[in-house]
């Protein structure tokens, strides 16, 4: 039985995450700040209270865990807000940066010690964050955070390899969920099944690339 750890579990992508990962028969441990009602329904262990944005919120994770290995961590929980030149706010770029950049990295290395040999790492980014994708500018915090974390799990594949783990950056596509404000072309159950089969197929070999839900490899 594989055995998974899913951060912003409690709705949207992360919610569905916990949803198919469970029906395939995985262990699936959710962390989250507040549980949702969809969440208890499901027969996952929840760990509530965690804020991947605060320190002292991930340094439980360890006891919370105990000993227990991990095969699979996907970082997923993130923040969206939207920042223009003239509506620019730089205290929801910083908040951006420390969910949505700092927070896998955060939990990765609070994690370290659970991860066992051969373990995979999941990071939820965004196209968003491609340098040569962005045809269209705007949305300063959430590229910003999204091009960071891009070079975290760049780098935290070059400093893993050794051990056997493998760390891949996933775009999901435009999903409906409430940080898209219900937009998208995506149903969250459609994107959560792209995630785990790029998930499934990942390796050493493809350590460090940024992949779309649909398999296509993506720009930097």
Known sequence: MIRTV???????????????LTARGDEVIALCRTPSAELKALKVEIVDGIDVADDASVARLPEALAKRPIDLLINNAGILSVEGLD???????????????LGPLRVTRALLGNLAKG??????TSRMGSIADNGS???????????AVNMVGVTLARDLKERGITVILLHPGFVR???????????????AAGLIARLDAANLQTSGHFFHADGSELPW
């Open 87 to 101: 509506t620019l706010d730089l205290e929801a770029i910083r908040r951006q940066f420390e969910t949505n950049t």
């Open 177 to 191: 969920t409430g940080m898209t404000g219900g937009r998208g072309s995506v149903e969250p159950k459609d994107a």
């Open 6 to 20: 899913i951060t912003g579990a409690n709705r949207g992508i992360g919610l569905e995450l916990a949803r198919t």
């Open 137 to 147: 500018g705007g949305y300063y915090g959430y590229r910003i955070s999204k091009a």
């Open 119 to 124: 373990a995979k790492i999941g990071i939820v």
